[in-house]
């Protein structure tokens, strides 16, 4: 009697590498990332960077880890604070190692169904922070797809919104994109086009795509040496 077949939807991180991937790795050249002498991983930087239409990206160990390194590259004074919808994995997953070890403060936004923050309520804790003895704002970040919110896609219409809203209160934008191909496929976009807005952007390689560890981070060459020098 043949095995039973089994769907496991505990997660999209329970992946495993196809066949084509394993060899891959086990005929990788590789080398000292320090001396950014590992070809491989210099020519994944610069796909993902090509990708995403940024200057430059950088390979971290985990999403978590890139996030917190965004944030501390962002954010260079401690006590400055973030904006972050109240459902985002930053929030509720990360905060600790957000206001522990990169120092910062966050700001929880009520999290629409679809996984966007209003605008309004944004540009209201702008106008808070300038009447009272409170930190600005230095950081959006916000996530794409939504995880919480049953994998919601934030739309192009949302972005552009939020763009808006970035250059007018001067708050760059970091995009937890641990998904962000899944966004991609279901907007029929290119990825440069749905991160045209952003400042920078984190992805995992480790859930739909399979990949056994790993994610990337991209945005300019300075925020990159910023985010590498946190790693």
């Not at 995403?52 to 006590?79: I, R």
């Not at 522990?100 to 009520?110: D, E, F, L, N, R």
Request: glycine residues 8%; charged residues 25%; aromatic residues 4%.
């Amino acid at each position: 009697m043949d095995a039973p077949r089994v769907v496991d939807l505990r997660s999209d991180t329970v992946t495993q590498p196809t066949p084509e991937m394993r060899q891959a790795m086990k005929d990788a050249v590789v080398g000292d990332d320090v001396f950014k002498e590992d070809p491989t991983v210099n020519e994944l930087e610069r796909v993902v960077a090509e990708l995403f239409g940024k200057e430059a990206a950088l390979l971290v160990p985990t999403g978590t880890m890139g996030n917190l390194a965004s944030v501390m590259t962002h954010c260079t004074k401690k006590g400055q604070e973030i904006l972050v919808g109240d459902s985002s994995h930053i929030f509720r997953k990360e905060h600790e190692s957000v206001t522990k070890i990169a120092g910062m403060q966050t700001w929880a936004v009520p999290t629409e169904a679809d996984g966007s923050l209003l605008i309004e309520d944004l540009l209201s804790r702008v106008r808070q922070s300038d009447l009272q003895q409170r930190p600005s704002p230095s950081l959006l970040c916000l996530e794409n797809t939504h995880n919480v919110c049953g994998g919601t896609v934030l739309p192009i219409e949302y972005l552009n919104k939020a763009s808006q809203f970035s250059k007018h209160s001067k708050i760059p934008i970091h995009m937890d994109g641990a998904r962000i191909m899944n966004a991609a496929t279901y907007l029929d976009q290119p990825v440069a086009e749905i991160l045209k807005g952003c400042d920078s952007v984190m992805m995992c390689l480790t859930k739909g795509l399979a990949c056994p560890g790993g994610s990337v981070v991209a945005g300019s060459k300075e925020y990159v040496q910023g985010v590498s020098r946190a790693r």
